[in-house]
């Protein structure tokens, strides 16, 4: 594709208009909105993170056994059969890595711990090999004064555990947990102070036990998202069971961290959700029920028991006996075993009511929820990255673990945006729409801790592009950019990595957009199939956020692009002909795609 028509004199002088434009806007806006970094609490840190299936790649190597994700990708259920065999290969490159991380200034990174790594069989003999790698990893991120925050378990249950006795569904898991905890906190708990025992226990049910699109794949008819067949499970049992042995297990770690480490090692521990924010569609009612009833479902699941020692009244009333019980030893062991709650946030999600589900004798966690998703819920892949820049989503969260879970310490473990590569393989090195995503989501934090939040920490998801659980490699969150199609997986900096460096080192954030001029950089394109009354292939594209929401006419090869305002344009323009939307390739109106 490349511009056809080209007049250079009009692209200049257009171009030398817009740097007057902004330049002019910018310099207004921010003598009046003028946050650094120096306005968040002392001790306050940021950072990025990653996960370990997601990033190292050398799944087989040096003694490391598969996990449930690589079974998962390695029998092509992945998209695009994509798997995590070499992913951003940060198992041969941390050292390349740490040093981008220093750069860019930096305080903490958030890694995880591959169990299988460490712990082939899940159970028994440590990999000194394993050993060695996370104490390399810790030690370079040390020797630049980063703080490791460090995760221990990240979704990549050993293999080994799912084929001895169905991993999580057992009770058995929360001794294996236990011992494999153990192991992290007296080889890295010297070093380590901020751990996480496990990463969205309030989501892997759902993927991996009630629709079965995610690993280990169970699920029961009528249940299963799209065409997953089901083969084995039960999706109105076994999510809640599953949650259960997390829950748990979570809870014995805590207590062998705090009985055995933590005087010592004077480090923190606690657990990290997935923290949508569910908000009711209209004003009735039955749908403000309804979203403060997803929110038990959701974040409640584990928030209810952590602090008050059993589960949300409204989810033991609509799961009944389907719901574990917690006994009154284990209720007292849950009950505050943490020291701080992560979150990861992403934006909200507009419910209504749905009371028709109660009904029904068969429900899985979605029937018992009773709520109809007005925008799509987790598993939905496109719809879900389309977001809506909701920062009003975090501060609602923040609010709600403040005045419903006794103001807990928070870190807000991941927040970030994706975008879809260009077919062509070219770089994408202008995202200011990720830059101002964040900055938005950075600046509600701060509110929030003005109004008396205690969220202790940020980080963007992901530091680097990454293997995504959902999307692969078809959606790209990083700062950095990795070349997924190079042997050497080369990095490559963002506009957004320094944007965030420039945060980070003491500058300005950069005022918020306010006018729809500078506003809604966030386009998606979707390829449509040609149909009827169309010749050709089109895209179509959209922009979600405020206040310049809009659909783009069907652009077609070979002709020009028409719809939604000229800045618009510009960035669809500039991201069908696989080009930053710097100034060297901002669209004229006239000018065709070929
Ligand atoms: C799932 O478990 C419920 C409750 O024990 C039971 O009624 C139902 O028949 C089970 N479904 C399947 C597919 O096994
Ligand atoms: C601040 O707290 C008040 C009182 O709880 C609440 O109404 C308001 O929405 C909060 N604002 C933010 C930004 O969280």
Redesign the pocket.
Known sequence: MELTRGDSLRRVLRAVSLILASTVLSEVVSAAAATTRADFPEGFVFGAGTSAYQVEGAWAEDGKKASVWDTFTHNGYSIDHATGDVAADQYHKYKEDVKLMHDMGLDAYRFSIAWSRLIPDGRGAVNPKGLEYYNNLINELLSYGIQPHATIYHFDLPQALQDEYNGLLSPRIIDDFTAYADVCFSSFGDRVQHWTTVNEPNIEPIGGYDQGYLPPRRC??PFGFDAVPCTGG?S??EPYIVAHHLLLAHASAVSLYKRKYQAEQRGQIGLTLLAYWYESETEKPEDREAAARANDFSIGWFMHPLVYGDYPPVMRRNVGS?LPELTPDESARVRGSFDFVGINQYGAILVEADLSQLKRE?RDYYGDTAAKFVTPPFQSSREQLRSREAPWGLSKMLEHLRTKYRNPPVVIYENGVGHEPDPSGEFMYDDEFRAHFLQVYIEAALSSIRNGSDVRGYFVWSFLDVFEILFAYRFRFGLYGVDFGDEQRTRYARSSARWYASFLHGGELRPVATSGDRAGFYSMMDEQAPGPGRKSPCWQWQIESTPDRGKGDCIRVGEPISGGSERLQETVAARLLGRSSGLDSIWCPGLSIE
């Open positions: 029961s008819y039960n109105t049992t389907r068969l």
